[in-house]
Structure formats: C-alpha cells, structure tokens
C-alpha cells in the first residue's frame, strides 16, 4: 500500500519559516515524482513545486521562486520543502504527491495517483 504523509505544518509569523516533510511508504522512490500543492479556503489547489527522484530536477511556481527550496533524501523515502519568508498568502493546507511522470508544474492534478492527507500551514500577519 502506498502512503505519503505529510507533517511539519504549523502557525508562524509572517517573515517566518516552516519545513513540511513528506514521507513515503509502498513506493518505489526512483520511479516518480513528488509535488507539492496547496489550497487555501475557496480557492483552487495550486501546485507549489515538484521534484524528480530519478534525476533532481526541480520547479516552483512563480509565488514561491526565491522563498521555497525542495529537496529529497532517497535513503529515508522523504522530500522536504523548505519554506522561507513566509507571508499570509501562503496560508493553506499543504498537499505531497507522487506522480509517474516526470516533474513538471505542468503535469495534470490527474496524473498524481497518490497524495497525502495534508497539512495546514498559516502564517499570521
């Protein structure tokens, strides 16, 4: 059975940080890529980043470019997203991912068979 879990969540200060880890279970590592989404109250989940575990390609949306950093540790089956000068617009429940295809942004909600329960993330102004 294939689980990702998804922790680190948490209320922060605005100029905050937060690291939100996603762990694997029942999964062959190498063979997807994980995303990161996101969806704040009454608005349509958003991909944040991805990674590729095969060959550490990355993506980030615009929003985040500079701010959020993601990185994978393939021993402990675990992708990290690093969250950095955090602002109230980020507030949402944080979703991992995990998709066959390569990483891309792009990459249809539909493509990820698996995702984790989610994590809230709200940073106060």
């Known amino acids: 059975e294939v689980q990702l879990v998804e922790s680190g969540g948490g209320l922060v200060q605005a100029g905050g940080s937060l690291r939100l880890s996603c762990a694997a279970s029942?999964?062959?590592?190498?063979?997807?890529?994980i995303g990161w989404f996101r969806q704040a109250p009454g608005k349509e989940r958003e991909g944040v980043s991805c990674?590729?575990?095969?060959?550490?390609?990355?993506d980030y949306a615009d929003s985040v470019k500079g701010r959020f950093t993601v990185s994978t540790d393939n021993a402990k089956n675990t992708v990290y997203l690093q969250m950095n000068s955090l602002n109230p617009e980020d507030t949402a429940v944080y979703y991992c991912?995990?998709?066959?295809?390569?990483?891309?942004?792009?990459?249809?909600?539909?493509?990820?068979?698996?995702w984790g329960q989610g994590t809230q993330v709200t940073v106060s102004s």
């Open positions: 991912a995990a998709t066959p295809y390569f990483c891309s942004l792009t990459t249809p909600t539909e493509e990820y068979h698996y």
């Open positions: 990674i590729g575990e095969s060959d550490g390609s990355t």
């Open positions: 029942g999964v062959n590592f190498d063979d997807y890529a």
